[in-house]
């Protein structure tokens, strides 16, 4: 773990120079909604997150994101052996998202479009506490004592700035590791400051 932060404060160190070389913008901040479909179990998750990413070389862009997908409950059956019963159970299902890679700018209008990879975490968690800001935060702060898989996401969008201020709408193929490679969609869409 300390040499992957050593790493990206080695990275950052090198970047972060060149990204306030530039004329235009330098950092880039927003919000989303986020849309995930999950493979697995067929089911659809909505959830909101922010993102942040930096100028590193001209068109290339190093970007964080973290994004959490609200509880979603869907109904199981299981049938016990024993007796013959079908017993039906809901699940309440949450997931947590954090990645973090390079994005290119594929133009320079308005509207531009852009590729992204990102590498990162998924954690998947089973809870009925209410939705809320402290339940966040108690998620985030137990990671390392739940189910946390690697994943990867590779995707493109389209960007539109009016001045600073502008949309953004990413979609492409969130995969993660568990025994073998999960492909999930993951969609994204929310407003984007630049300055």
């Known amino acids: 773990m300390k040499r992957v932060a050593f790493l990206l404060l080695f990275v950052a160190g090198w970047a972060v120079p060149g990204a306030?070389?530039?004329?235009?913008?330098?950092?880039?901040?927003?919000?989303?909604?986020?849309?995930?479909?999950?493979?697995?179990?067929?089911?659809?998750?909505?959830?909101?997150?922010?993102?942040?990413?930096?100028v590193a070389y001209k068109r290339l862009k190093l970007e964080a994101e973290m994004s959490y997908d609200f509880s979603r409950a869907f109904t199981e059956g299981f049938v016990d052996n024993s007796t013959g019963t079908v017993i039906v159970q809901r699940t309440n299902l949450r997931v947590i998202h954090g990645l973090f890679g390079p994005r290119i700018n594929l133009g320079r209008h308005a509207i531009q479009p852009f590729v992204t990879a990102k590498g990162g975490l998924i954690n998947f968690?089973?809870?009925?506490?209410?939705?809320?800001?402290?339940?966040?935060?108690?998620?985030?702060?137990?990671?390392?004592?739940?189910?946390?898989?690697?994943?990867?996401?590779?995707?493109?969008?389209?960007?539109?700035?009016?001045?600073?201020?502008?949309?953004?709408?990413d979609i492409g193929d969130e995969m993660y590791f568990n025994d073998n490679t999960h492909h999930n969609l993951k969609a994204t869409f929310g407003p984007i400051i630049r300055f």
Do not use: C, K
């Open 125 to 169: 968690r089973l809870d009925n506490s209410p939705a809320t800001f402290g339940t966040f935060a108690s998620s985030v702060s137990g990671l390392r004592d739940n189910n946390v898989m690697g994943t990867f996401y590779a995707g493109g969008g389209l960007e539109g700035h009016l001045g600073p201020i502008g949309l953004r709408l």
């Open 20 to 54: 306030f070389a530039q004329e235009n913008e330098h950092v880039q901040v927003g919000v989303f909604a986020d849309y995930f479909r999950l493979s697995q179990t067929d089911t659809d998750l909505l959830g909101v997150g922010g993102r942040a990413s930096f």
